[in-house]
């Protein structure tokens, strides 16, 4: 089965760090654009940021905006997700998907063919 593996969640105070991490399993993610999106309880999924195939274009939601980063080293067919100064509000399932030129239509998740089954980030004091 094709999907996406994520990893990296976990509780975290107000101003700390997480790094997410985004595997391909069963496939090689190298030729896709990668994007991060995240659910909070109650509300609906929203685009975190997505990177191109080759990693020459990156984008980010306003409301992370340098405080995340996102990469990826497709020797090691993965995709990662720096997150820092993390508050409340970024708690939600985190999710990575992919998909041919993605980033394109980014943050409509119409291009991303394969996602992952998400990992829980939460931020609490």
């Known amino acids: 089965q094709l999907q996406f593996v994520e990893s990296g969640g976990g509780s975290v105070q107000p101003g700390g760090s997480l790094r997410l991490s985004c595997a391909a399993s069963g496939f090689t993610s190298n030729y896709y654009d990668i994007g991060w999106f995240r659910q909070a309880p109650d509300k609906g999924r929203e685009g975190v940021s997505c990177?191109?195939?080759?990693?020459?274009?990156?984008k980010y939601a306003d409301s992370v905006k340098g405080r995340f980063t996102i990469s990826r080293d497709n020797a090691k067919n993965a995709v990662y997700l720096q997150m820092n100064s993390l508050k409340p509000e970024d708690t939600a399932v985190y999710y990575c998907?992919?998909?041919?030129?993605?980033?394109?239509?980014?943050?409509?998740?119409?291009?991303?063919?394969?996602w992952g089954k998400g990992t829980l980030v939460t931020v609490s004091s």
């Open positions: 990177i191109s195939s080759h990693g020459a274009t990156t």
């Open positions: 998907a992919g998909g041919f030129f993605a980033c394109s239509n980014y943050p409509d998740t119409s291009g991303m063919g394969y």
